[in-house]
Structures are given as structure tokens and as C-alpha cells.
């Protein structure tokens, strides 16, 4: 089956610096990779989604690239603020699936 | 915005009870997700649901769990005979379809089993 591998799993950034966050992916016939952020005790929250015939997705502060090539995909968030601080998780979708697989999760601390 | 809603937030259940988790999907979905998360961990996918029956299931999803679509609104998740490993956060999602949709999860019910 699929399996969702990310790094790092913590990351500190200061106020304003660019935070990345990778995922690679074993299964080349997953088509949709969805980014979450997770505050304290709360929902996972859909920031960003991609799907497998789009290269780069861009939001605001927020953008993804996917290689699926190289079976792997990425968060970039620039500008960072200290509300950006959370657990983000990666997932990704087998073509006809409809189970999200999750990494293992990235702690960002954004300090100021 | 439309939410997924979650009920109980907490349940507290001593070990071999049933316990039932109730979730109110978006209205205008169609596909309906329970996934756990234990503490500090990854979320796992437990099962999917369309049309009334379900549509993919995962390993963790085994014969104590079973899954019910109520009536119009409510989806609900029953574990017949917990054990203390079902100690977890559990989130229930929906989607509007299956394919490359987005999942939206409600807030959670946080299951301790004693």
C-alpha cells in the first residue's frame, strides 16, 4: 500500500524566513496530495491541495510543488508568522482510492 | 463556512463497553471518512463511505468496528468492545465526492478508554 514519508519532522523558523516541509510518496498511481495544519488540540485543516496534473499550486503565502517523477511533494511557506506555528501533515490519494494517507507530521515553531 | 460536526468532544468508556460516535457530514457531501488519531501520532485512515455501504477500509478497521448512516444527516462510528489501544482522537471528514476532493474534518472526539 501507500506510504507517506515527511521531514523534518520539527522545524524552527525566525519571524519572516521561509519554512519548506517534504513528503515522498511510494505510490506512483496516487494523484491528489493535500496539505494539513494542525493547531493544539484541534482539526486537521485542509491549507492546500494539489492534484497529480499540476506541477505548482500557489495560496497567498502558501505554495506546493509536486515532482512525480521523483514521487515527492512539497510546502513552501514564505513570510512566516508566529500564527503559522503547527503540526502540518502531508497526505496523499491512490488513483481510485479514497483513504487519505498521512506523514507523520512536520512541528513548526515560528518564533519573533 | 459549513462544518463537519462532532459528537461527544470527550467520551470516557471503561474497557469491553460499546461506544458510538456520532458525526453530522457536510450536507451536500456524499463520501464520509473516520479517521483516529493517537496522541502525538500520525492520522490513520479507518474507513470510507458512499451510498450507503463502505467503500474502502483500512486494517485498523476490523470486526469490533462497524460503521452506520443513521438517518439523513448522522454517520456513526461503534467500536463493540474497546480496549485500552482504541485510546485515541477520532475525526470523522466527508467530501463532496470521492475522487481528488477535498476532505473536510470536524473537530474530533477524544475517546479514553479505562
Known amino acids: 500500500g501507500e506510504n507517506v514519508e515527511q521531514h523534518p519532522s520539527t522545524l524552527s523558523v525566525q519571524e519572516g524566513d521561509s519554512a519548506v516541509i517534504k513528503c515522498t510518496y511510494s505510490d506512483s498511481a496516487s494523484n491528489y496530495f493535500p496539505w494539513y495544519k494542525q493547531e493544539l488540540g484541534k482539526r486537521p485543516q485542509l491549507i492546500i491541495d494539489i492534484r497529480s496534473n499540476v506541477g505548482e499550486k500557489k495560496d497567498q503565502r502558501i505554495a506546493v510543488t509536486l515532482n512525480k517523477t521523483a514521487k515527492h511533494f512539497s510546502l513552501h511557506i514564505t513570510e512566516t508568522q508566529p500564527e503559522d506555528s503547527a503540526v502540518y501533515f502531508c497526505a496523499a490519494r491512490v488513483q481510485a482510492g479514497t483513504a487519505l494517507i498521512f506523514g507523520k507530521g512536520t512541528t513548526l515553531s515560528v518564533s519573533s | 463556512e459549513p462544518e463537519v460536526t462532532q459528537t461527544p468532544s470527550h467520551q470516557v468508556t471503561q474497557m469491553g463497553q460499546e461506544v458510538i460516535l456520532r458525526c453530522v457530514p457536510i450536507?451536500?457531501?456524499?463520501?464520509f471518512y473516520w479517521y483516529r488519531q493517537i496522541l502525538g501520532q500520525k492520522v490513520e485512515f479507518l474507513v470510507s463511505?458512499?451510498?450507503?455501504?463502505?467503500?474502502?477500509k483500512s486494517e485498523i478497521f476490523d470486526d469490533q468496528f462497524s460503521v452506520e448512516r443513521p438517518d439523513g444527516s448522522n454517520f456513526t462510528l461503534k467500536i463493540r468492545s474497546t480496549k485500552l489501544e482504541d485510546s485515541a482522537m477520532y475525526f470523522c471528514?466527508?467530501?463532496?465526492?470521492?475522487?481528488?476532493?477535498?476532505?473536510?474534518f470536524g473537530d474530533g472526539t477524544r475517546l479514553s478508554i479505562l
Open positions: 463511505f458512499y451510498n450507503n455501504e463502505i467503500s474502502e
Open positions: 450536507s451536500n457531501h456524499l463520501y
Open positions: 471528514a466527508s467530501s463532496v465526492l470521492g475522487d481528488r476532493q477535498p476532505q473536510h
